[in-house]
T-cell receptor
């Protein structure tokens, strides 16, 4: 069964509004979660590394003020797309490692965001 | 920085036949992991197979096997007895093993079609 739950699966919002995406690790604690973005017919690009109890680490070119990440507990990380624009429309996927550093990453089912 | 290259945007295979997907990577590290992920139309990321760089033996998972050539930095995936359910996007991915909880770096993907 799924070990990482992501919600919502899809969301449509208007330009200028904010959208929050949740990523939960089920029955395990994840001190680190990774957020990826995938544009149509493209690969997954790492946006940021979410660290429990501390600030997220953003990849170059990703606006930290636009993509707010909060990792307030060991089982939940949230990504908030603030003041969304149509170009933010994409597929957002979170992932977490269940177990030690040698363990594989598990992915959420992703969130399809459409900004109109 | 590490990079992963998949030179085949699309591939097709007849049902029950064998197909090989190519992947090369660039790294200066000696300790790392390599993965193949499958992404069907549902967009769920599914781990197909993984390889530890320190292991010379090629990983095998049922109909899926890899040809890992460390010196050549090549990591191809062979799918035997292809099935219709194998049709998906396949991503090759790299992860450093040198420090802590590192993210995956993905190639651009290969879309595999299976012809009945």
């Amino acid at each position: 069964g799924a070990v990482v739950s992501q919600h919502p699966s899809w969301v449509i919002c208007k330009s200028g509004t904010s959208v929050k995406i949740e990523c939960r690790s089920l029955d395990f604690q994840a001190t680190t979660m990774f957020w990826y973005r995938q544009f149509p017919k493209q690969s997954l690009m790492l946006m940021a590394t979410s660290n429990e109890g501390s600030k997220a680490t953003y990849e170059q070119g990703v606006e930290k003020d636009k993509f707010l990440i909060n990792h307030a507990s060991l089982t939940l990380s949230t990504l908030t797309v603030t003041s969304a624009h149509p170009e933010d429309s994409s597929f957002y996927i979170c992932s977490a490692r269940r177990g030690g550093y040698n363990s594989p990453l598990h992915f959420g089912n992703g969130t399809r965001l459409t900004v109109t | 920085a590490q990079t992963v290259t998949q030179s085949q945007p699309e591939m097709s295979v007849q049902e029950a036949e064998t197909v090989t997907l190519s992947c090369t990577y660039d790294t200066s590290e000696s300790d790392y992991y390599l993965f193949w992920y499958k992404q069907p139309p549902s967009r769920q990321m599914i781990l197909v197979i993984r390889q530890e760089a320190y292991k010379q033996q090629n990983a095998t998972e049922n109909r899926f096997s890899v040809n890992f050539q460390k010196a050549a930095k090549s990591f191809s995936l062979k799918i035997s007895d292809s099935q219709l359910g194998d049709a998906a996007m396949y991503f090759c991915a790299y992860r450093s093993a040198n420090s802590g909880n590192t993210p995956l770096v993905f190639g651009k993907g290969t879309r595999l079609s299976v012809i009945a």
